[in-house]
């Protein structure tokens, strides 16, 4: 599985999305997305990175896009 599969698939999993609207997705605009939701996104990506996300970088992950960002940060390029 590539990466951009791993990532689309963690929200698809965590956040009971449709493939489809996983790009357009951000906290505001999926109602599965609450802290529950988020904290099932971030474990979902950790494992599927092997990585451990910062407090900092968990509380700024709140969209599809911001997640490219912050992974880059830990060597994860999407």
Same mark, same amino acid.
């Given at each position: 599985?590539?990466?951009?599969?791993?990532?689309? =698939? !963690? %929200? #698809?999993? @965590?956040? *009971?999305?449709?493939?489809? =609207? #996983?790009?357009? !997705?951000?906290?505001? @605009? #999926?109602?599965?997305? *609450?802290?529950? /939701?988020?904290? @099932?996104?971030? !474990?979902?990506?950790?494992?599927? %990175?092997?990585?451990?996300l910062?407090?900092? *970088?968990?509380? /700024?992950? =709140?969209?599809y896009? !911001? /997640? %490219? #960002?912050?992974?880059k940060?830990? /060597?994860?390029?999407?």
């Amino acid at each position: 599985m590539t990466n951009i599969e791993k990532y689309k =698939n !963690a %929200f #698809v999993e @965590s956040l *009971d999305i449709p493939l489809e =609207n #996983v790009e357009r !997705a951000t906290m505001d @605009s #999926v109602t599965s997305w *609450d802290s529950i /939701g988020q904290m @099932s996104l971030i !474990a979902m990506l950790e494992e599927a %990175f092997n990585i451990e996300l910062k407090p900092d *970088d968990i509380i /700024g992950f =709140n969209s599809y896009n !911001a /997640g %490219f #960002v912050i992974l880059k940060k830990y /060597g994860i390029e999407i």
